[in-house]
């Protein structure tokens, strides 16, 4: 390998590793703005919506290890976890949330399978659904073992977000039709 081709592969090396970084503390922002809700210890955050978004310009590789660091900084106690919730690193994982939390790695590799250059709308609303869902059923399955109960893991953990859900698909998918192609071309 010429001294060219190697440098140019470093290059690209470093721009998907500060892409994963990125991807990661994005998401770290985004657990900051938590607003709790009563009658359940899930508070709505943006961390979803930037899951999604990680997931979807960085694609299934990139996005997953973005959120794989992500979970890493918050179990080995980082503040990058939604500070509402008591439980701090690992321990997080455990609690309420871990299920949320846990599901993010899947949740960032389904969108960004999904989500590819030049997709079509629906394509990128498929992809974004589907992370979505993952991760709900990541929250729902965590909680349904801590109450005992899947219909009361229902209530407390899918039905008071899927509002904010539908808004998120609404604001996602346009974004991420837009910007996919662009972002990925300089991945």
Same mark, same amino acid.
């Given at each position: 390998?010429?001294?060219?081709?190697?440098?140019?592969?470093?290059?690209?090396?470093?721009?998907?590793?500060?892409?994963?970084?990125?991807?990661?503390?994005?998401?770290?922002?985004?657990?900051?703005?938590?607003?709790?809700?009563?009658?359940?210890?899930?508070?709505?955050?943006?961390?979803?919506?930037?899951?999604?978004?990680?997931?979807?310009?960085?694609?299934?590789?990139?996005?997953?290890?973005?959120?794989?660091?992500?979970?890493?900084?918050?179990?080995?106690?980082?503040?990058?976890?939604?500070?509402?919730?008591? %439980?701090? #690193?690992? +321990?997080? @994982?455990?609690?309420? !949330? $871990?299920?949320?939390?846990? =599901?993010?790695?899947? /949740?960032? *590799?389904?969108?960004?399978?999904?989500?590819?250059?030049?997709?079509?709308?629906?394509?990128?609303?498929?992809?974004?659904?589907?992370?979505?869902?993952?991760?709900? %059923?990541? #929250?729902? +399955?965590? @909680?349904?073992?801590? !109450? $005992?109960?899947?219909?009361? =893991?229902?209530?407390? /953990?899918? *039905?008071?977000?899927?509002?904010?859900?539908?808004?998120?698909?609404?604001?996602?998918?346009?974004?991420?039709?837009?910007?996919?192609?662009?972002?990925?071309?300089? %991945?």
């Amino acid at each position: 390998m010429t001294d060219v081709a190697l440098g140019v592969r470093r290059a690209a090396l470093g721009v998907q590793v500060l892409a994963v970084v990125l991807g990661a503390v994005l998401v770290a922002l985004a657990a900051q703005v938590a607003v709790p809700l009563p009658g359940t210890p899930v508070p709505m955050t943006l961390q979803p919506m930037a899951v999604l978004l990680v997931g979807g310009l960085l694609g299934p590789r990139l996005g997953a290890l973005s959120m794989i660091l992500y979970l890493a900084m918050g179990a080995a106690g980082l503040p990058v976890f939604t500070p509402t919730v008591p %439980l701090v #690193g690992f +321990a997080r @994982l455990l609690g309420p !949330t $871990g299920g949320y939390l846990l =599901a993010y790695p899947v /949740a960032a *590799w389904a969108v960004g399978t999904v989500v590819r250059e030049g997709s079509s709308v629906w394509r990128v609303a498929c992809g974004v659904l589907a992370g979505l869902v993952l991760i709900h %059923l990541g #929250g729902l +399955a965590q @909680l349904a073992i801590l !109450t $005992g109960s899947i219909s009361g =893991a229902a209530r407390l /953990a899918t *039905w008071p977000f899927l509002l904010g859900d539908l808004l998120k698909l609404v604001i996602l998918v346009p974004v991420l039709t837009r910007l996919t192609p662009t972002i990925r071309a300089r %991945l």
